[in-house]
């Protein structure tokens, strides 16, 4: 499992008795969708903090906020693996407010209290060049 999700931390989001009944107490199918939430919250704030820091905290030094923000994603992906048809309104809420909160850190919105921000040099690196043009034009003949 990852270091930075413990199985104690699930107690808060939902039953033992419920994620062993969803992942059929295979804690393999655990891993995999914590790794995928951590990959797909990586995607959004790399650009502006240290996520291998981030990431890499273990116990009290890890950041409550991204720790709720990660087990909602988590949850809603090993609900999707078990019925997608029913999953529940309040997974699918909590899923989208934590997409929402990465959205506002990645435009700068929000901030990561205590989580080591990369410097103005290393996002100017790591930028890539955007080109845009005008929206195709349908002309008529």
């Known amino acids: 499992m990852s270091k930075f999700i ?5 107690d808060a989001s939902i039953h ?5 009944s969803v992942t059929r107490e ?11 939430a951590i990959s797909e919250m990586r995607a959004y704030i790399e650009n502006r903090y240290d996520c291998d820091a981030l ?7 890890r950041q409550p906020l991204v720790l709720m923000m990660l ?20 997974r699918k809420d909590r899923y989208d ?10 435009k700068g919105n929000v901030n990561i209290t205590g989580a ?3 410097s103005t040099e290393e996002r100017k690196s790591q930028s890539a060049v ?12």
Not at 16 to 20: G, M, R, S
Not at 71 to 90: E, R
């Open 6 to 10: 413990q199985p104690s931390d699930y």
């Open 16 to 20: 033992k008795d419920i994620l062993d």
């Open 26 to 36: 295979d804690e393999a199918i655990i891993e995999v969708c914590e790794e995928r």
């Open 55 to 61: 990431f890499a905290a273990t116990g009290d030094d």
């Open 71 to 90: 087990i909602d994603i988590t949850v809603y992906h090993l609900f999707c693996i078990h019925n997608p048809m029913k999953l529940s309104q309040m």
């Open 97 to 106: 407010r934590a997409v929402a909160w990465m959205n506002a850190v990645n």
């Open 116 to 118: 080591a921000r990369i």
């Open 130 to 141: 955007l080109i845009r043009s005008n929206p195709k034009r349908i002309n008529h003949m």
